[in-house]
């Protein structure tokens, strides 16, 4: 199992730095690497082991011994130079999950070919998250594939006070509504017996078009 194994950060910009606070918070052991002194400084109070060290140097790598770690990530934005060259090195030293941050898809297709296990594309995800969200009347947006979405929504007015089985709302949207939260409540699994009210917020998961549509009619 590779769940809460440790894990090396490398780039502590904001990204980098609030992942590996983030993890470490969840429990998680974190090497956080980066080659700027002030940056790892101000870290070390923060962070139990936060290295000065430059992450293109594959023998600086070694005496780190991040060979031995089995998930890493590449925080490293600004430089894409050092991105792409951490990345490969990582690669080169058979660890065998890596992520990396990409700040374009072409940066991301670069590293995707060198050895990068999963691509992540901050600034373009949150900027498709929040159009999302400010032209519609989702109350929350994630995309989970290339073409689901899971959304937060209220219910729309046709399916508020008739169990969600007698909606008939998988043949007419194709979406499912997969939880549901009441007033004062937490969320709850939604089931065919489940009645929607005004006031509810519902999780509602499907195709990104269909889900928008259904939003729509909020």
Same mark, same amino acid.
Do not use: C
């Given at each position: 199992? /590779?769940?809460?194994? %440790? &894990? *090396?950060?490398? @780039?502590?910009?904001?990204?980098?730095?609030?992942?590996?606070?983030?993890?470490?918070?969840?429990?998680?052991? &974190?090497?956080?690497?980066?080659?700027? %002194?002030?940056?790892?400084?101000?870290?070390?109070?923060?962070?139990?082991? *936060?290295?000065?060290?430059? /992450?293109?140097?594959?023998? /600086?790598?070694?005496?780190?011994?991040?060979?031995?770690?089995?998930?890493? *990530?590449?925080?490293?934005?600004?430089?894409? #130079?050092?991105?792409?060259?951490?990345?490969?090195?990582?690669? #080169?030293? +058979?660890?065998?999950?890596?992520?990396?941050?990409?700040?374009?898809?072409?940066?991301?297709?670069?590293?995707?070919?060198?050895?990068?296990?999963?691509?992540?594309?901050?600034?373009?995800?949150? @900027?498709?998250? *929040?159009?999302?969200? &400010?032209?519609?009347?989702?109350?929350? !947006?994630? +995309?989970?594939?290339?073409?689901? /979405?899971?959304?937060?929504?209220?219910?729309?007015? +046709? $399916?508020?006070?008739?169990?969600?089985?007698?909606?008939?709302?998988?043949?007419?949207?194709?979406?499912?509504?997969?939880?549901?939260?009441?007033?004062?409540? %937490?969320?709850? !699994?939604?089931?065919?017996?489940?009645?929607?009210? !005004?006031?509810?917020?519902?999780?509602?998961?499907?195709? $990104?078009?269909?889900? #928008?549509?259904?939003?729509?009619?909020?």
């Amino acid at each position: 199992m /590779a769940e809460n194994l %440790p &894990v *090396v950060v490398i @780039g502590m910009g904001r990204f980098g730095s609030a992942l590996a606070l983030e993890l470490a918070r969840r429990g998680t052991e &974190v090497l956080a690497i980066d080659n700027r %002194p002030k940056i790892v400084q101000a870290l070390s109070g923060r962070l139990t082991h *936060v290295i000065t060290a430059d /992450a293109t140097d594959i023998d /600086a790598l070694r005496e780190l011994g991040v060979e031995e770690f089995y998930r890493a *990530v590449v925080a490293i934005g600004g430089d894409l #130079e050092a991105s792409i060259l951490t990345t490969s090195l990582l690669a #080169e030293l +058979e660890v065998e999950d890596i992520w990396a941050k990409a700040v374009t898809h072409q940066h991301k297709r670069i590293l995707e070919r060198i050895g990068a296990s999963h691509i992540v594309l901050p600034e373009h995800d949150m @900027g498709e998250r *929040v159009a999302h969200l &400010v032209s519609g009347r989702m109350l929350d !947006y994630i +995309e989970v594939d290339e073409d689901f /979405a899971l959304i937060k929504t209220r219910p729309p007015k +046709e $399916i508020v006070g008739i169990p969600l089985g007698e909606t008939r709302l998988r043949s007419k949207y194709g979406v499912t509504v997969v939880s549901v939260k009441s007033v004062d409540e %937490p969320f709850t !699994y939604a089931t065919a017996d489940t009645v929607l009210q !005004y006031g509810d917020v519902i999780l509602v998961a499907g195709p $990104i078009a269909k889900v #928008e549509r259904l939003a729509d009619r909020t």
